[in-house]
């Protein structure tokens, strides 16, 4: 079935910059909104950015200025774009994607770890 797979995440020293990527795979017959969201150890998941088919974007206050969300509708792929990161930015970062197939629903990815430290 679907599968969402995330990319790009790892290690980088505060103040640094990382891309995330998420591409979607199978049978997909629409992909409507995609977001970014991510969890802390102790802290509940969090929506980080949110772009529409329309490519209408919202953004966390937290990374308002900071990162950037992209979409490639031909390659079913979203992406994250983090500069200027904090160590509060660590976190295990999901991708979410409102897909239809012969119904329509979220799917998650499996996450990617973004660790921000010196």
């Known amino acids: 079935q679907v599968q969402l797979v995330e990319s790009g995440g790892g290690l980088v020293q505060p103040g640094g910059s990382l891309r995330l990527s998420c591409a979607a795979s199978g049978v997909i017959f629409s992909i409507n909104a995609m977001g970014w969201y991510r969890q802390a150890p102790g802290n509940q998941r969090e929506l980080v950015a949110l772009i529409t088919s329309g490519g209408r974007i919202n953004y966390a206050d937290s990374v308002k200025g900071r990162f950037t969300i992209s979409r490639d509708n031909a390659k079913k792929t979203v992406y994250l774009q983090m500069n200027s990161v904090k160590p509060e930015d660590t976190a295990v970062y999901y991708c979410?994607?409102?897909?239809?197939?012969?119904?329509?629903?979220?799917?998650w990815g499996q996450g990617t770890q973004v660790t921000v430290s010196s």
């Open positions: 979410k994607g409102d897909i239809g197939r012969w119904d329509r629903r979220d799917y």
